[in-house]
């Protein structure tokens, strides 16, 4: 381990010590995830058929179990060199405001255009996509913080990109989706009357606010359905896990070279692809018998797959026709409320994620949205930060961790990823501002409503 030395405000990698490769964690797994099924046989999707979906690279990396490094291409590595490294922070004036002697650092992704840390892997898909000589591709988008990242990536290698955005985050969020547009995107709010899938939806749940599992219906039907198109995803399969890897990697080295050591390791949860790659390398030291940390990942009340769903196969999208795979999910069919939280609300978590939640590896916990502003507003008026509500979720586990070293006096190593700004959620601001946000939690009537949507499976 590193001398410790004064630690600096921001501890920033100088550009030669940036990942060359992602790290894999599935090769460190004992329990691997479960292989992705066809939705019709259910038998395990082959590459061929995953191929007609995706990009065949991108397949290699979703398949790949074994492998713990994946060489990080150069043009990527470029690219990444315009907003990366990352800072990692240390959190001086938060750890003096709450007066604890815990020490506090967050990980920050939001200083780029998109606002957050999915350029990682919108990038990346967009230049495999481009090697394969692909006309455009599709996805959904939630927030629209992915969507944002994805219209980036195509505009810079000349890919056409057509996004379908929750119908409440369009709604709520109209000048994201205008960044998109800027960049050349197509958007359309999803549930929409574009699509077969689309409509279908829109007569079964009229009036609905949409998910990110109808989204991905629509954007899957596009792509299959267009000649030169691929469909690609910002969260929940494993290549994109792959990807925000360079997150973990760069918080691991920043904190090697000061030889700090982690107690606490805190990410916002949705489908997953921040958390893990935030604790990837942590986690695999844990896999490895290298080290111990406790590591929380925190998902919205309004949508908690972890701590209230369940552990099965189920479809990654509300329209059925995408691969099934084992997660902690809500049912495909679950759509949650309207609330701000809208890169969290998916309805299941990546299969990576799930097995170490599963296994015990990492814990979650879910929090109600007026308790995230909170949080918030506070670390904005202290760290003059203006917070996502995703990261906001992480930020406000952050602070009761720390209140707790507070009053027991233990002087542990908090690290979150703050995953991006806040500035295209001021709708949300404005109506905690205005105390006219409310709180949601499903019952467990309407939670058993979702899971009864589960595949059947055979025994």
């Given amino acids: 381990m590193a001398e410790q030395r004064e630690i600096p405000y921001k501890i920033y990698l100088d550009e030669k010590d940036m990942p060359k490769a992602w790290y894999n ?3 460190d797994m004992k329990n691997k995830p479960a292989p992705l099924l066809n939705p019709h046989t259910f038998a395990p999707m082959t590459a061929e058929e995953l191929e007609k979906v995706f990009c065949t690279e991108l397949v290699k990396q979703e398949l790949d179990d074994t492998n713990p490094y994946i060489a990080i291409p150069q043009e990527i590595q470029s690219f990444y060199k315009m907003y990366r490294p990352s800072p990692l922070v240390r959190a001086y004036c938060l750890e003096e405001k709450l007066q604890t002697p815990a020490k506090i650092y967050y990980k ?12 990682n892997s919108a990038i990346a898909q967009a230049y ?18 992915w969507g944002t990242a994805l219209a980036m990536a195509c505009s810079y290698f000349g890919l056409e990109c057509q996004v379908y955005m929750v119908k409440v985050s369009y709604q709520q969020k109209p000048f994201r989706r205008e960044v998109m547009r800027t960049y050349g995107a197509s958007v359309t709010p999803s549930p929409s009357e574009t699509t077969a899938m689309g409509r279908k939806i829109l007569q079964e749940f009229p009036g609905t606010t949409g998910s990110l599992g109808c989204a991905i219906s629509e954007a899957v039907e596009v792509a299959t359905g267009r000649e030169g198109y691929r469909y690609v995803l910002g969260s929940v ?7 925000q890897s360079v997150i973990g990697l760069e918080t691991k080295a920043a904190m090697d070279q000061y030889g700090i050591k982690a107690d606490i390791i805190i990410g916002c949860a949705g489908g997953g692809s921040n958390l893990g790659g935030l604790i990837a390398p942590f986690a695999g030291e844990m896999l490895r018998g290298e080290a111990d940390y406790r590591i929380i990942a925190v998902e919205p009340a309004s949508c908690p797959s972890l701590t209230r769903g369940q552990f099965a196969y189920d479809y990654c999208d509300t329209g059925k026709v995408c691969p099934l795979c084992k997660m902690y999910t809500l049912g495909s069919g679950f759509i949650p409320s309207g609330n701000h939280a809208g890169g969290l609300r998916y309805h299941g978590m990546n299969s990576v994620v799930s097995q170490l939640y599963h296994d015990g590896i990492i814990e979650a916990t879910s929090v109600e949205q007026t308790k995230i502003f909170e949080a918030a507003q506070y670390f904005a008026r202290v760290e003059g930060i203006l917070p996502a509500p995703e990261s906001s979720h992480a930020i406000r586990v952050a602070i009761d961790e720390a209140v707790k070293c507070r009053e027991t006096g233990e002087e542990k190593t908090i690290v979150f990823g703050l995953t991006g700004t806040g500035y295209f959620d001021m ?13 949601y939690v499903p019952t467990d009537e309407e939670l058993a409503q979702g899971l009864a949507g589960l595949p059947k499976m055979d025994k």
């Fill in 237 to 243: 399969l494993n290549q994109v896990l792959l990807h």
């Fill in 108 to 119: 920050f992704e939001g200083n780029n255009t998109s606002g957050s840390h999915k350029l």
């Fill in 128 to 145: 495999y996509a481009k090697q394969q000589g692909l006309k455009g591709v599709t996805t959904e988008t939630g927030a629209g913080q």
């Fill in 25 to 27: 964690v599935r090769a």
């Fill in 427 to 439: 709708v949300a601001y404005e109506k905690f501002n205005d105390k006219t946000m409310w709180d």
